[in-house]
């Protein structure tokens, strides 16, 4: 059988200017972790194995530290560009169809329903605006089984020109008269069975 082809595919568009402070506020939050806590459990281990009063805990540190600054700029903007190059969101007729990574690493890939939608809006925060960026969200109630998070469909990153978001509820709304008019039918039909029936 052959494959429906989307009416409309969103991916997020990578910026690197974005990525980019947003690298630098990833390093400088993680940079402590892994300072302290990397750098903890390598001088546990160094003593351990009974070489830890050759090493200093400050130098142990200063590596580490010198380590997280050099290393985790250039990774989070890797695996956040790897991560986006493979994020999809295809909108079909009654259904739409998405993977995306959560925290960057763990994919998660489904389909939702147009009926089981609840909301849509669009929301962006001051880096995003900068760069005309926004993030599309899409309110699927029972998506996310956390109470406290938002649950729905986040499409980050989107540019703002492209005006995405009256096409998606235009395919939504459609859907829903689609729904309609079916049942509507549905009901005209079983009400002139008996009227048949009577003749």
């Known amino acids: 059988m052959e494959k429906k082809q989307p009416l409309l595919t969103i991916r997020p568009h990578f910026d690197q200017g974005l990525v980019t402070v947003q690298a630098l506020l990833f390093t400088a939050v993680g940079f402590l972790l892994v300072t302290m806590i990397g750098g903890t459990l390598f001088y546990i281990l160094l003593h351990m194995i009974g070489i830890g009063r050759f090493f200093n805990a400050g130098h142990i540190y200063g590596l580490f530290l010198i380590g997280s600054i050099v290393v985790l700029p250039p990774l989070f903007f890797e695996v956040k560009k790897k991560a986006y ?3 999809f969101f295809r909108f079909y007729e009654d259904y739409l169809e998405y993977q995306y990574f959560q925290f960057l690493l763990s994919p998660r890939r489904g389909r939702v329903r147009y009926r089981d939608i609840d909301d849509v809006m669009q929301a962006g925060g001051a880096l995003q605006s900068q760069r005309m960026l926004t993030t599309i969200l899409i309110a699927v109630p029972g998506l996310n089984r956390h109470p406290r998070a938002f649950s729905g469909l986040k499409i980050e990153d989107v540019p703002q020109k492209l005006d995405l978001m009256p096409r998606i509820l235009d395919l939504v709304e459609d859907s829903e008269y689609r729904a309609i008019a079916r ?7 079983s009400a002139a069975i008996p009227a048949d029936a009577a003749k």
Do not use: F, K, M, Y
């Open 85 to 87: 190059a493979r994020t």
């Open 183 to 189: 049942v509507s039918a549905a009901v005209s039909q």
